[in-house]
């Protein structure tokens, strides 16, 4: 005789552990995978705090995301308690989870009770179609996607770097982009600045850029600053940012940057183009070296030409300007590992990649002093960097 749908959950029940509220409630912010397994609908509505959402329809596929450790102890719950025992079952039997729990009551019980409930991000029916593929990726997901609507990215450049970054970010969904640039269009940017066109001739790029940008996406917010970056004003333009990026073209303003970011413990995603070649890295203060690691001294001006002396092939920047658009939304993640003490090389005519290790130097004049020694006083000091650069040439 085949057992009725209550008998059948009496038995699950009976063969998994369940934990009650209080408990759970005592757990929240503890090393414990806590995984509401009800459906998107449900959970708009609330949920417990720090949980991670996954539906109980895609848990097999995607609960490694959540919970890699398979010794790790995970809490499941639904609304009542009955979908989260039998994805617990499956955990347990199907997919060798050691320390799979179910919460008695479920939601409804843990809000009768009056514990804190956490109201997700509430999505507009425009979001989820723009989104919808981020959505299905186990990496982003909504969590991740809010993550990306609340961060700020500042770029250093509406150029050739600058817009294929701008444009994949802003199509990404990052919340507020500024843009540092202090020059207009001009005919001769158009061959690679794709994100200015033929009618924005002579208008300020960090006009232009915003115009593109809104166009693609009206949830990106775009503070513009249209004034050469230097020591007077650095501080004050990036200290709100989570990250930088960089696409300068010259010495002084690169370790300028540098040198405050450090300070203030920002990471910038770095490139640079020049021909058919590109390099690429990501320098995250204290986690792994800064660019005066990298390069303790600027190098002598005839080995360090500009791209408007010997020219760079018009799509360069936009392969390199796409993989620091990709290591941004990495950091911004936490997922992935990014090019952190790893220095990418691109040649465009042999289609080839070269990976440099490059490791923090005990030594360096900047990275190397403990951040707690730096004095509020000495935070917007700096040194004359176009000297610098110049006794080194």
Known sequence: MTPSGSEFIKQVKSEITEVDPSEVAQLLGEDVAIVDVR????????????????????????????????????ILYCASGNRSALAA????????????????????????????VEVPFQWSGDQRQRYSRHFLLPEVGEDGQQKLLESKVLLLGAGGLGSPTAFYLAAAGVGTLGIVDDD?????????????????????????????INALNPDVK????????????????????????????NFPTRYLLNDATVRLKIPVVSAAILGFEGQLSVFKPYEGPCYRCLFR?????????????????????????????????KLILGAGDPLIGRLLMYDALDASTTELKVRRDPECPICSRDPEEISDDELGVFPDYEAFCAAAG
């Open 184 to 212: 207009t269009v001009d005919v001769s940017n158009l061959q690679r600045q794709i994100i200015h066109r033929t009618d924005t001739v002579g208008v300020a790029k960090v006009d232009s850029a915003e115009q593109a």
């Open 39 to 74: 459906e998107t609908d449900e959970v708009s509505a609330g949920k417990l705090p720090g949980a991670a959402h996954v539906a109980r329809g895609f848990l097999e596929s995607r609960i490694e995301s959540v919970a890699p450790d398979r010794s790790q102890r995970v």
């Open 89 to 116: 079952k499956t955990l347990i039997d199907d997919l060798g989870y050691e320390h799979v729990e179910s919460m008695t009551g479920g939601y409804t019980l843990w809000k009768d009770r009056g514990y804190d």
């Open 222 to 249: 775009v503070v513009k600053y249209e004034t050469r970056l230097d020591a007077s004003n650095i501080v004050d333009i990036i200290k709100d940012y989570d990250i930088i990026v960089d696409g300068v073209d």
């Open 297 to 329: 001294q600027p190098p002598p001006a005839e080995l360090a030409p500009s791209c408007g002396a010997n020219g760079v092939l018009g799509v360069l920047p936009g392969t390199m300007g796409l993989l620091q658009a990709t290591e941004v939304i």
